[in-house]
């Protein structure tokens, strides 16, 4: 198992940016796609929804909502993942959630992963 950490969240204005990070330990993440989620308030667990996710190689995807305006990326050598999100909507504002998982896959789907950090919350002020 991966420990994952997420930081960055925070409270900005409608048009800020924040960038999340997600530090894990444990076990090197070299080799797993990392991902991006977000959770709505009366949503379960394996409700949240996909943000972005990129692959051990470094390809990235995106929900819709968000393209061109956040940005993930990773840095291996710092075993960090970074979500840059700039442009920040009232609508942006929840919690977000780092996910890792050691096998091939989309990475779009809550249950491909099996590991969570315990999230960050992001407010946006309008």
């Known amino acids: 198992q991966v420990h994952l950490v997420e930081s960055g969240g925070g409270l900005v204005q409608a048009g800020g940016s924040l960038r999340l990070a997600c530090a894990a330990s444990r076990r090197s993440i070299n080799d797993w796609r990392m991902g991006w989620f977000r959770q709505f308030p009366g949503k379960e667990n394996q409700e949240r929804d996909f943000?972005?996710?990129?692959?051990?190689?470094?390809?990235?995807k995106y929900t819709d909502s968000v393209k061109g305006r956040f940005t993930i990326s990773r840095d291996n050598s710092k075993q960090v993942v970074y979500l840059q999100m700039n442009n920040l909507k009232p609508e942006d504002a929840v919690i977000y959630y780092c996910?890792?998982?050691?096998?091939?896959?989309?990475?779009?789907?809550?249950?491909?992963?099996?590991?969570w950090g315990q999230g960050t919350q992001v407010t946006v002020a309008s």
């Open positions: 943000v972005a996710t990129i692959s051990r190689s470094g390809s990235t």
């Open positions: 996910a890792a998982m050691p096998w091939a896959g989309g990475g779009t789907v809550p249950n491909e992963y099996n590991n």
